[in-house]
C-alpha cells in the first residue's frame, strides 16, 4: 500500500509542478497549491474522499491534543485542525492519508507541521502521513518530502 501512495504522490507532485507552475511562481496561497494537489491525487485513489482542509470527524470538529504554535511544549491544548490535503472515507474511521504542505516562503517553522502529522497518525488513525515543502520562486520544486 505504501509504495502505491508514494508513487501516486511523486506522480501528482510531478503534475503539479509541471501543470501549475505558473501559481508556484506567483507564490500563491498554501490552500490554491493544496488543492491542486489534491485534484491530480483522486485518480490514484478511487472509492475514497480526496478532500483539502476537511475538519470533520464524523459529525464532530477534528480536534488534536497538539502544543500551540507559540507555547512551550507542555502547553498541549485541543485544537480544531485544518489538514491541507487528506485521503479518507467520509464519516467512518478509515483515514489513509494525510499531506501537510508548506512553501519555502512560510515563516512558520516546520517541526509545527510534524508534530501535527504525528498527532494524526496517533490520534484520529491515520495509516500514512507526508510533509511536502514546495519551493515558489522562479524554478518550483518539491524540497522536502518527509513520511511520518
Known amino acids: 500500500m505504501k509504495k502505491h501512495i508514494e508513487q501516486a504522490l511523486n506522480e501528482a507532485l510531478g503534475s503539479l509542478l509541471e501543470k501549475d507552475a505558473f501559481i ?8 490554491t497549491i493544496s488543492h491542486r494537489l489534491a485534484g491530480y491525487l483522486e485518480p490514484y485513489f478511487l472509492g475514497w474522499d480526496v478532500d483539502c482542509e476537511y475538519n470533520r470527524n464524523h459529525d464532530d470538529p477534528k ?27 467520509r464519516g467512518t474511521d478509515e483515514n489513509l492519508l494525510v499531506i501537510e504542505m508548506k512553501k519555502t516562503t ?40 518527509s513520511w511520518r
Request: proline share 4%.
Open 106 to 145: 512560510s515563516q512558520e517553522l516546520d517541526k509545527f507541521d510534524l508534530r501535527k502529522l504525528d498527532a494524526f497518525k496517533e490520534q484520529l488513525g491515520y495509516k500514512f502521513a507526508v510533509f511536502v515543502k514546495v519551493r515558489t520562486d522562479a524554478t518550483p520544486r518539491i524540497e522536502t518530502i
Open 24 to 31: 508556484l511562481k506567483a507564490d500563491v496561497n498554501e490552500r
Open 63 to 89: 480536534r488534536l491534543a497538539i502544543p500551540r504554535r507559540d507555547i512551550s511544549n507542555d502547553d498541549i491544548q485541543a485544537r480544531t485542525v485544518f489538514p491541507d490535503v487528506i485521503v479518507h472515507k
